[in-house]
């Protein structure tokens, strides 16, 4: 009697594992296109596509006082430096002085807009202290942009913050969100006569699953449920900020939006049940409970043994006028009978790597497009381009994922405009100097620019749309 009932539970549960690996497989196709076959000269797009570059203030402008430049003195606690080999932003780029130079590129690039960020721990260096010369600076910047017919789009919020409100929690407290307001409203009442093109919050996700889950951004912490909480806030701050700069003068005609990373976890092999349900965990926190939160106000991320947060905002819903959208690649994910290491990334044999531990993939600049339409909102490619020293596969990244985005405007999916990662080489995080995304390569001891050979592609496909 007692083993046919063992016998039974035991067939339910192989039932069960076989439905979800079916359910899962039939839902979540992963996306494959036989390049061969393609042909990437047909790659069009519309007269008023918008073309630009993106950059972010800490990664360029150098000399930065804020939580990140905190974290880049520390060590992880296996004893290894937080940034690779000990590496920091220092004066990076230099760009807080060389953005007439920086603004002279894009204009030879041919790009028509420039996504950067304006760098809170500058503008508020302490709690009670406006910086007048930093205000000053970014309306030179932004003046300097027109001058050369590029049209400006400021980042409000690029994982950067004060050392002072980092001291007070930042993220990790609602209450903390008021601070956070403040500043953009302050922001946007100086520079909204003349920039009507706004993201808030850059890449939410990113931050947290990097700060709070793998402890590889500030603050280095590994606590998932904290993650869970912190991502909420900084939605939540979104939301806030939106309401907030939307009734200030010149809000009705300003673009504001928030900037959404979209990367794929797909199982390593797609009959292995665990795989799914380890994919399923963590495309629920990275990806879909951001695309929920938007689309129906409720955030819901409740993994079992992982995880367990939910709340609802009815604001979150008509809290975007676009959604930014970042993309870069894919990873499969093998689950692990570990504790310690429960996922593990893994990658095919006939992937071709980036220099970052990603591969080239095309097709999901295609899928993600896809996936975030479901807010039915203007997208524009906030970010998307390759890490690549040797700059031999730069040309074909920009050509497959350009072929990809040509392919969603063919199909309707409704995005406007392209920027790429990035204008400059720059202060990569975690792996510091040692990332080369910039379509013009940097020598960082004499601060020279110069337009790399695989870039060319990028400049000859804007000329030519
Ligand atoms: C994004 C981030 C950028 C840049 C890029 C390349 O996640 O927003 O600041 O680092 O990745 O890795």
């Known amino acids: 009697m007692e083993n046919s009932f063992y016998l039974i539970i035991l067939i339910i549960f192989f039932f069960t594992l076989l439905f979800i690996t079916y359910y899962f497989h039939k839902t979540y196709p992963e996306l494959k296109w036989d390049w061969k076959d393609i042909n990437l000269n047909k790659i069009n797009f519309p007269n008023n596509f918008i073309w630009g570059t993106a950059t972010a203030a800490h990664q360029i402008e150098g000399r930065c006082e804020n939580n990140w430049s905190e974290f880049e003195k520390g060590y992880k606690s296996n004893g290894l430096p937080n940034i690779k080999n ?12 060389r953005y007439e130079e920086d603004i002279k590129l894009m204009e030879k690039l041919g790009v028509s807009h420039y996504r950067f960020s304006i760098e809170w721990s500058k503008i508020q260096p302490t709690e009670n202290d406006i910086n007048k010369d930093a205000i000053i600076h970014y309306h030179d910047v932004i003046d300097c942009l027109f001058e050369h017919n590029i049209v400006p789009v400021i980042t409000l919020y690029h994982f950067t913050h004060p050392i002072w409100f980092e001291k007070k929690g930042a993220f990790e407290k609602e209450e903390n969100i008021k601070y956070f307001n403040k500043f953009c409203k302050l922001i946007f009442k100086e520079f909204s006569p003349k920039v009507k093109f706004w993201c808030t919050i850059n890449e939410p996700a990113v931050m947290t699953s990097m700060g709070y889950f793998n402890a590889e951004f500030p603050p280095g912490k590994s606590d998932p449920q904290l993650c869970a909480i912190v991502l909420y806030n900084l939605l939540n701050a979104h939301v806030e900020v939106y309401r907030t700069l939307k009734n200030l003068k010149h809000g009705s005609e300003s673009r504001i939006g928030i900037v959404k990373n979209i990367n794929h976890f797909d199982p390593w092999k797609r009959w292995n049940p665990f795989d799914w349900i380890a994919t399923w965990a963590v495309n629920k926190f ?6 929920e939160f938007f689309k129906t106000g409720y955030y819901s991320v409740k993994i079992p043994g992982l995880m367990w947060y939910s709340k609802y905002n009815e604001n979150a819903i008509k809290s975007n006028d676009f959604i930014g959208l970042n993309y870069y690649s894919h990873n499969y994910l093998k689950f692990n009978w570990s504790i310690s290491d429960p996922f593990e990334i893994k990658y095919k044999y006939d992937d071709i790597m980036t220099d970052m531990p990603y591969a ?16 039915k909102l203007p997208i524009y490619i906030t970010e998307n381009g390759i890490a690549d020293m040797k700059d031999d596969r730069r040309a074909l990244f920009i050509k497959r994922y350009l072929y990809a985005l040509s392919k969603a ?8 405009g392209y920027f790429y990662w990035s204008l400059l080489d720059n202060f990569e995080w975690a792996f510091g100097y040692d990332m080369k995304f910039g379509l013009f390569e940097v020598n960082f ?14 400049k000859k496909i804007l000329s030519a749309n």
């Open 86 to 97: 000990n590496q920091n932003s220092g004066i990076a780029c230099d760009s807080w002085n």
């Open 360 to 375: 080239i993939y095309g097709e999901g600049l295609y899928r993600s497009i896809k996936d975030i339409s479901v807010l």
């Open 409 to 416: 405007l063919e199909d309707g999916y409704d995005v406007k």
């Open 286 to 291: 990275f990806n879909n409970s951001t695309i």
């Open 445 to 458: 001891e004499t601060q020279e620019r110069s337009l790399r050979k695989g870039a060319e592609v990028f």
